[in-house]
């Protein structure tokens, strides 16, 4: 194991990994990152994306199955489910080791559905039961019509890594559509633990956003506004987690009960993680985040810088004080946080659509291609 993977589990911080092909699974490759203390893995349609049409990873698996499928759909599933039931297996004797809480592999449900509660249920409960894998977690985004799927999901003992969470209000309604899902399920006898969750909160696009309104505002004179610059992000994951704590690791409060009963935590899961900015470090949004009963997850280049070098201490109970201070700056100069985490999360939503969208084109379009050569 990578010795500061293995300091961060020591703390507290699981690593998981953004990011999958069939190349990697098929190769060793994966197996080799989990050796490495990697102990989950993520994907979103743009991942799935790029790995089915920028590598030839599938050409074989599409001659295959193209043939034979009757919609792009079909097509989709094949490919996509088997790479994530194959990550599940690799996976498997991490969530057996860790008796559940890591091992998680995730697929996102269709994001055209983000805005529809009852298609989502139906879809993530398809997922879940067609995979096969109790490692397995759908990913939900946390839309309006996105809770109350949560909570449905999780009542039904459906695993969910709820996505595209940006604003810490928001982050609150996630928890308490856990709480309520939880509840749930452990009223229709089964036990608490047999169902697990992440809350996955978004880092560095809230600086991408919020640095490009900040730089407007220096270019017409306010130089004062530089000190800002980078700061938004990590204020407000202290301040998630700040939330986090108030709601799971007090002895009164609203999980005490559960947790009496064997519930598991949803822990906070660091996503975006990667710096977008070459002016910032590259280990910027891990190690400003670290700290107990989190996830964060990485692509393959911040995996290989948090694996080299990392000054691994607990960071994300630094200084939260100043992150509200920050918060309140940000508003003295007009930026409205509220507004900004509000249309990052539709933007995320329009983008892994777009995503989804353009992967089933491709494939429907290879699908009549072959299947009008070979009639």
Known sequence: MNQNIANLAALGQSIWIDYIRRGMIESGELEAIRD????????????????????DDYAAALAGCIGQARSAD???????????????????????????????????????????????????????HAIGHPNVMIKVPATPAGLPAIEALLAEGINVNVTLIFSVDV????????LRGVRRFTDTGHPPSGVASVASFFVSRIDTAVDARLTEQIQAGRPDRSPLLGKAAIANSKLAYRAFQETFATRRGPFAELEARGARVQRPLWASTSTKNP????????????????????PPSTLDALCDHLDVRVTVTDEVADAQRTMERLADAGIDLGSVTAALRDAGVQIFADSFNALMADLEAKRRLQTAESG
């Open 279 to 298: 002016a910032y470090r590259d280990t910027y949004y891990v190690d400003t985040l670290i700290g107990p009963q989190t996830v964060n997850t990485v």
């Open 171 to 178: 982050y609150r309604q996630v928890m308490q559509a856990y």
């Open 36 to 55: 490495r203390g990697v102990v989950g893995l993520t994907s979103n349609p743009t991942i799935l994306h790029k790995a089915v049409t920028e590598s």
């Open 74 to 128: 079909e097509v989709y599933e094949t490919l996509v489910w088997e790479d994530i039931r194959s990550a599940a297996a690799i996976m498997k004797p991490v969530f057996r080791r860790t008796d559940g809480v890591d091992g998680y592999v995730s697929i996102e449900v269709n994001p055209s559905l983000a805005h529809d509660t009852d298609a989502t249920v139906a879809q993530g409960r398809r997922i879940f």
